[in-house]
């Protein structure tokens, strides 16, 4: 029998061909007059005299990117390469628009001929950062992103249809129905999150897509298979860019123009084929069998030019690689942009932008989302009920915490009765539940980072607005925490036996419910300000700390010194509205007697103990002390909406400010970003 055998290499290049193909021909569902449009629709970047100043210190700047020449046509693949800060990633935010505040752009980058903004879904962007939702699978992610952008006039049958097809153009049809991973669940390998990753920006059919190095961390094989897949979208009548780190000589050959970096300096830009012949022309042949892109790099990566100095001249490190006859290289870089300089490369690239700067193209429309505010809300809320139903850690082990010690709060406390002695206890109860045990609620800030890192990336890339986000988040979490509320004040007021009656219960557990409600609004004001978690809890402990102090538990109201204990810190700590009206639903009504009644000692009323021993005023009502807290919870959304809104507008301005002082120079307009909605 006659077997027929195939190289990897093979198998690959097919296996790829078929997954872009397939891709390609499921678009064709689409009878939509506006994305056919969209596919027509092209996008030709050329950039001019590019150069980028960083502001490090006062008086003191850093020039990454040197008056750089280039462009990037549609149906092309664009490889960005060079060692590590080489200004890669520099060059590919300049060209995305996503400069950092303290980063100066100068020169001319022309989008169709024209010098024009990039609109986010325009111009896709991919960061390194894969900031997707651990518990949801890939179809549920693709499917969720497609509800969040495309127009509400679309029907589910057109819409499932794009998702599928999105699916299969980026080869995931075997682990569509896989979750994608987190801490506790086994997902998909980190080539598939990369695909996932470019599968959400590519939904909305961008012209433009931006990806910094979306092969790091990868195999030879899943680069290979990422790369070929960014080849296939090019085809499709894309512009790609992308900056590489790396890649193997089979993923090199998939580019269709190579622009070399180092020191921020242009070394070679051009053909990507054609790089061999210059490198060659210039003094520097690549040896047989080595691998293209890792000839360049040591060529023009001067990171380790000492150590290789010294490894020669204690002849370590001696052959007959014509590269290591440069003792630095310094001398090659120096030759290579010398070459590059005059050579026809870099004249006819000058050239051919300076043709595409006199064709004035079509003006490229704002491709962020076009679904309802009502769509959004609605999508995200569902989508985020989703994830906290099947993160363990986000409320299910809070759940499990909240009953072990509120159960430890029953036995100590259990049947605490009304003698004199049950007085302290009462309060003591109540202080330790409505501020150690919503404390609690804390726990939950490293989820919330991560929602605000996934919150970032889908913003930037004009998925939805910042209203949106903050009504789904509040939706979506209060099943949860009614759930906590209910289940662990249900057990510590029965087990206690504190104030009989469902008014009292009822009073109990809304009392509880927006104490942990209004910590979590908190520590979500804290997470769009404060990336790190770690940071995060150790202020929102802090804060939770103080608010406790001046509670008026551990030092009783009318001790608290007045100016600014007192008024204001007391009155902005929901819990001294949370325990007086604890007390006062607790204590009011009741009888205290002692223990031996022969004794002739009277009973005491709650009123009384409210008054004398807890200092509060009986005269307002707990209802009162209730709907506080609940404005507060209103409050603090509303901080947590103005803090997500400064850091995008006035924050960048700010840092601009203070870096150009720093410059000391004239103040220029801060690149800003344009979010469509």
Known sequence: MLMKTMTMDDAMDIEARKVVVGGRLNHDHDDDGVWKEKRKTTATLAWKELSVVVSVRKGETQSVLDKLWGYAEPGTFTALMGPSGSGKSTLLDALA????????????????????????????????????????????????????????????????????????????????????????LRGIS?????????????????????????????????????????????????????????????????????YLLSAGKTVYFGQASQAIEFFADAGFPCPALRNPSDHFLRCINSDFDRVKATLIKLQFDSNDDPQEKETTAEAAIRTLLDSYSTSQYCYSAKEKIEEMSKVK??????????????????????????????DFGYYWLRLAVYIVVTLCIGTIYFDIGTTYNSILARGACAAFVFGFVTFMSIGGFPSFVEEMKIFQRERLNGHYGVAAFVISNTLSATPFLIMITFTSGTI???????????????????????????????MMALASVVP????????????????????????????????????????????????????????????????????????????FVLVQIFQIDVGRSKWVDLSVIFSMIFIYRIIFFIMIKLSEDVTPRIRASFANRRMQLPAPTPTTQTYCM
């Open 361 to 390: 193209g079509s003006i490229l429309d704002c491709g962020g989302s076009q679904a309802s505010f009502l769509m959004q809300a609605v999508t995200l809320t569902k989508r985020s009920f989703v994830n906290m139903s099947r």
């Open 492 to 522: 510590c007021y029965f087990m206690v036996h504190l104030h009989p009656g469902f008014s009292h219960y009822a009073f109990f557990l809304l009392n509880l419910y927006s104490s942990v409600t209004v910590v979590e609004s908190l």
């Open 97 to 184: 628009a996503r400069l950092p505040p303290n980063a100066f752009l100068s020169g001319t980058i022309l989008l169709n001929g024209r010098k024009a903004n990039l609109s986010f879904g325009t111009a896709a962007y991919v960061t390194q950062d894969e900031s997707l939702i651990g518990t949801l699978t890939v179809r549920e992610t693709i499917s969720y992103s497609a509800q969040l952008r495309l127009p509400d006039k679309m029907t589910c049958t057109e819409r499932r249809a794009l998702v599928e097809s999105t699916i299969v153009e980026m080869g995931l049809q075997d682990c569509a129905d896989t979750v994608i991973g987190n801490w506790h």
């Open 532 to 607: 790190n978690y770690l940071m995060g809890i150790i202020v929102g402990s802090g804060i939770q700390g103080v608010f406790m102090l001046v509670s008026g538990y551990f030092r009783l109201p009318n001790d608290i010194p007045k100016p600014f204990w007192r008024y204001p810190v007391s009155y902005m700590s929901f819990h001294s509205w949370a325990l007086q009206g604890q007390w006062q639903n607790d204590l009011k009504g009741l009888m205290f007697d002692n223990q031996t009644p022969s004794s002739g000692v009277p009973k005491i009323p709650g009123e």
């Open 190 to 258: 980190g080539g598939e999150r990369r695909r996932v990753s470019i599968a959400l920006e590519i939904l909305m059919t961008p012209v433009l897509l931006f990806l910094d190095e979306p092969t790091s961390g990868l195999d030879s094989a899943s680069a290979f298979f990422v790369t070929q897949t960014l080849r296939g979208l090019s085809r499709a009548g894309r512009t790609v860019i992308a900056s590489i780190h790396q890649p193997s000589s089979e993923v090199f050959e998939l580019f269709d123009r190579l």
